[in-house]
């Protein structure tokens, strides 16, 4: 399996090549440029800023450039934040969206997965109507609307939690936030569980663990749970991409100075580097943690590796 | 000619017991008959400034029902357009995906082969990409504000998934017997796909639709929000939203009537999905 593995990671490389490739000629083909907005900018003096920042050459060669960067490590200078580049930029932010998404990912998994398989267990009409009615409000409430409201309710009314901002090393600005882009998540996966669980639990081979008289608790713990699992991890992939997308907003909506801003700011600036270096930061992380939702995938369930 | 009534009748028949479902039906209509029609009916259009009530709760003022906003705008009106252009462009950009991705996927499962490799090499590629991210590069690049260029933005995302579903559907028909006899006809491929292929495909990707617009409804909100949707003053239920977080704590119903109005919209239309789903498929409950 460990061969499969890197031999996956390798595949990885030419899908990102792919990425850079189209993002760069739809940047590049889009109308203006970056410095449509230069007060007082003689066409003289836009031609040299072109020319310093070798935006005059044919586009090929401008491509070519910027792979031989990016082979670097070297993502380019921002040409509207001129003091910084790209790789300065994307790093100060990335620490915070980071701890946002993943703090995002845990809680809602420690929170859907064991409340699923209590629903599946706990069996009542009751409980099953509550929790289709949760499910159905987790996939119509977006994290734009979550938000706010938590905000009006925590922040404006009750007082217990600041409304937004972010300050250093206070992660109470860090409450709203994570619970916004966790409970969809969380409601998604709880559901999910639930419904796979029940499924499992009326296959023939846990029947036939209960004939031989296996305990109740046993049966769930080392018969049930594994194969229950399965679309749950394979859920895994467009959940981090839920959270990825959804931490865009959620810094938007809660004034984080995470990497959000920069993707959404720097297509509006048309400042190439940087949009180029989130596609390529946002679109590798994307891919590394879908592959690592595939091994889990093939660890719960080895026979999805064979397809 | 071949009598597809079991399927179809069969899914009738749940759909119609199915209350959630019809519940959801129901909403929908209302919402969308109050959306097309009840603007009319009211004094003020959606960019009225009314001078006299600015930032009025929800029936206090003359003939503001849900109340106004910052600007003096009767926020009932401005929801509703919001609701009818959300709806409007969702199923705008439904539709061409829609098309697209049927396309797609039907001559890909057709073709088969490295054609077929290749084709769905292209939409796996895609598919790595956080879709917000592609969307927001096209808004941002290409016109903000441009209706026609948003549906399009938003399409151009959404038919990655119909392509899969069609793809794996073809290969599946590919093998039948009727299939094997219009090629053994001589009935040229292009006939082939369309006369058989795509009728028969429609089922799944129906269910598909009534999942597909809410989801355009989200993404065209959330663009919205961040500013690169639906520009002032037109309504969208995305830049409603947004303006009414910002006056959260002074005028709460800004934010919660665009709110609930989405909340509902969204809800009735994946209750609906889910139900036309269960009705074709009840093997999922």
């Known amino acids: ?307 | 000619m071949s009598s597809r009534r079991g399927l179809w009748s069969d899914a009738r028949r749940r759909l119609r017991r199915d209350r959630a479902a019809r519940t959801a039906l129901v909403l929908l209509a209302v919402m969308a008959l109050a959306a097309l029609i009840a603007p009319v009916f009211s004094p003020w259009s959606y960019d009225t400034l009314d001078w006299q009530h600015l930032a009025r709760p929800p029936g206090t003022a003359a003939a503001h029902w849900l109340g106004t906003d910052r600007l003096g705008r009767d926020l009932l009106v401005r929801t509703l357009y919001g609701v009818r252009l959300s709806l409007v462009l969702a199923i705008l950009a439904s539709a061409v995906s829609l098309l697209i991705g049927v396309l797609w996927g039907a001559v890909a499962g057709l073709a088969g082969g490295r054609i077929d490799g290749a084709m769905m090499r292209f939409v796996d590629v895609l598919y790595s990409l956080p879709y917000l991210f592609v969307v927001i590069i096209l808004t941002t690049l290409f016109t903000r504000g441009s209706l026609i260029v948003l549906a399009l933005a938003l399409a151009a995302v959404g038919w990655l998934t119909t392509a899969r579903i069609v793809r794996t559907q073809t290969l599946a028909l590919k093998r039948r017997e009727f299939l094997e006899a219009a090629r053994a006809l001589g009935v040229p491929p292009h006939a082939i796909l369309l006369r058989h292929i795509v009728p028969n495909v429609l089922g799944p990707v129906a269910v598909y639709a009534t999942l597909i617009v809410p989801q355009m409804i989200l993404f065209e909100s959330f663009l919205s929000f961040l500013g690169l949707g639906v520009q002032e003053p037109q309504a969208s239920l995305g830049n409603l939203i947004f303006a009414g977080a910002q006056e959260m704590e002074s005028a709460p119903w800004m934010l919660l009537v665009p709110a609930v109005a989405l909340v509902l919209l969204l809800l009735s239309l994946n209750l609906l999905g889910d139900g036309l789903r269960d009705a074709f498929d009840p093997r999922e409950r």
């Open chain 1, 1 to 307: 399996m460990l061969k499969l593995a890197l031999r996956r990671v390798a595949a990885l490389i030419p899908t990102l090549l792919i990425i850079v490739t189209v993002s760069f000629a739809i940047i590049r083909l889009a109308p203006g440029g970056p410095f449509d907005e230069e007060q007082g900018a003689s066409p003289a003096v836009r031609a040299n800023l072109e020319r310093v920042y070798g935006l005059d050459q044919p586009l090929p060669v401008q491509y070519l450039r910027y792979l031989r960067g990016l082979a670097r490590g070297d993502f380019g200078p921002s040409l509207r934040q001129r003091d910084f580049t790209v790789s300065e930029l994307i790093g100060r932010g990335l620490p915070l969206s980071a701890t946002l998404g993943l703090c995002a990912i845990a809680l809602a998994l420690i929170t859907g997965i064991p409340s699923g398989i209590a629903a599946a267990l706990w069996r009542s009409p009751r409980a099953d109507v509550a929790i289709a009615a949760i499910g159905a409000l987790g996939v119509a409430l977006p994290s734009f609307v979550i938000g706010p409201l938590l905000a009006l309710v925590f922040g404006v009314h009750l007082r217990w939690l600041p409304v937004a901002g972010w300050e250093a090393g206070a992660p109470r600005y860090l409450v709203l936030p994570v619970l916004t882009l966790a409970l969809p998540l969380a409601a998604a996966l709880s559901r999910l569980t639930r419904a796979s669980l029940l499924e499992v639990l009326r296959a023939p081979f846990v029947r036939s663990a209960r004939a031989r008289g296996l305990g109740e608790a046993r049966v769930l713990w080392h018969h049930a749970l594994r194969p229950a699992l399965l679309p749950v991890a394979s859920y895994l992939g467009p959940a981090i991409a839920f959270v990825v997308t959804g931490s865009l907003v959620v810094e938007a909506v809660f004034g984080l100075p995470g990497t959000g801003r920069y993707l959404v700011q720097g297509a509006i600036d048309r400042d190439y580097p940087l949009v180029m270096g989130m596609v390529i930061v946002y679109g590798a992380l994307t891919l590394l943690l879908n592959l690592l939702a595939d091994l889990a995938c093939g660890w719960l369930d080895p026979g999805t590796w064979h397809e």
